[in-house]
């Protein structure tokens, strides 16, 4: 009997398939989730489990890094979100890598489509910061200065990974469009493309660089992330051709 390995489209000797396989990105979840659009992704199925075929997943990981380098070439802000056990410790890590804003915890309803509220939120932070460090809280009761502090730790929870999110971002990277539903539905309403790692539960529609795998283990998350990563540091460090002289 043939391993999946050999199965997926017969590519054996692919070491980008089989780094992704090792990974576990092959892996879906059970047939009977499977959203009737992400059909065209899925290989087959061992045990009731749907396999992906890992060349359309590495075909459309491509179309995705190419994008992030243009991204990354251009001096473009994405914003990289996911808040589930899966990828919150990886969308950290990757997004202060590359100085990018994140969201790896609760997002916060109208971070995109309410920016002004968000913009407030945070310059009242900056604020208060500011008079912390200043020492003005010491002209408080002790009742007082924890109850700043506690606003203090409050906020940095809430906000920290947007923190220095000036502007709306010019495209987001999202683990799993169906967990972060809020997140996927505010960019798509503020037209903002979606770059997403999506599972065969998910509804590809509205994602503009879908990449289908497995959004719910670390080792997935982690690999492809760091692909994306790399891609959008890569265009950051090109080097482009000087203006011709008018």
């Given at each position: 009997?043939?391993?999946?390995?050999?199965?997926?489209?017969?590519?054996?000797?692919?070491?980008e398939i089989?780094?992704?396989?090792?990974?576990?990105?092959h892996?879906?979840?059970?047939?009977?989730t499977?959203?009737?659009?992400?059909?065209?992704?899925?290989?087959?199925?061992?045990?009731?489990?749907?396999?992906?075929?890992?060349?359309?997943?590495?075909?459309?990981?491509?179309?995705?890094?190419?994008?992030?380098?243009?991204?990354?070439?251009?001096?473009?802000?994405?914003?990289?979100?996911?808040?589930?056990?899966?990828?919150?410790?990886?969308?950290?890590?990757?997004?202060?890598?590359?100085?990018?804003?994140?969201?790896?915890?609760?997002?916060?309803?109208?971070?995109?489509?309410?920016?002004?509220?968000?913009?407030?939120?945070?310059?009242?932070?900056?604020?208060?910061?500011?008079?912390?460090?200043?020492?003005?809280?010491?002209?408080?009761?002790?009742?007082?200065?924890?109850?700043?502090?506690?606003?203090?730790?409050?906020?940095?929870?809430?906000?920290?990974?947007?923190?220095?999110?000036?502007?709306?971002p010019?495209?987001?990277?999202?683990?799993?469009?169906?967990?972060?539903?809020?997140?996927?539905?505010?960019?798509?309403?503020?037209?903002?493309?979606?770059?997403?790692?999506?599972?065969?539960?998910?509804?590809?529609?509205?994602?503009?660089?879908?990449?289908?795998?497995?959004?719910?283990?670390?080792?997935?998350?982690?690999l492809?992330?760091?692909?994306?990563?790399?891609?959008?540091?890569?265009?950051?460090?090109?080097?482009?051709?000087?203006?011709?002289?008018?």
């Open positions: 009997m043939q391993s999946v390995t050999e199965e997926i489209g017969g590519q054996t000797t692919s070491s089989e780094t992704l396989f090792s990974a576990g990105a892996l879906g979840y059970g047939k009977s499977r959203h009737p659009k992400m059909k065209e992704y899925i290989f087959g199925s061992r045990n009731n489990v749907e396999i992906f075929d890992l060349e359309r997943t590495a075909k459309k990981l491509k179309d995705a890094e190419d994008y992030l380098h243009k991204l990354g070439a251009n001096k473009k802000t994405v914003l990289w979100v996911g808040t589930k056990p899966a990828a919150a410790s990886v969308i950290a890590e990757t997004a202060k890598k590359l100085g990018a804003p994140y969201v790896n915890e609760r997002w916060l309803g109208g971070t995109l489509t309410n920016f002004k509220i968000i913009e407030a939120r945070l310059a009242y932070w900056a604020n208060l910061e500011s008079e912390k460090e200043a020492g003005g809280f010491d002209k408080y009761v002790k009742k007082e200065k924890l109850l700043k502090m506690t606003e203090l730790r409050k906020l940095q929870r809430m906000l920290g990974g947007i923190k220095n999110l000036k502007f709306l010019e495209a987001v990277v999202i683990v799993d469009p169906k967990e972060e539903s809020t997140a996927f539905s505010e960019s798509k309403r503020k037209k903002i493309p979606v770059v997403a790692l999506l599972n065969t539960d998910c509804d590809p529609r509205g994602v503009s660089f879908p990449i289908p795998a497995n959004d719910n283990s670390a080792s997935s998350v982690s492809i992330l760091e692909r994306l990563a790399a891609a959008y540091e890569a265009g950051t460090k090109e080097v482009k051709p000087a203006e011709p002289v008018k």
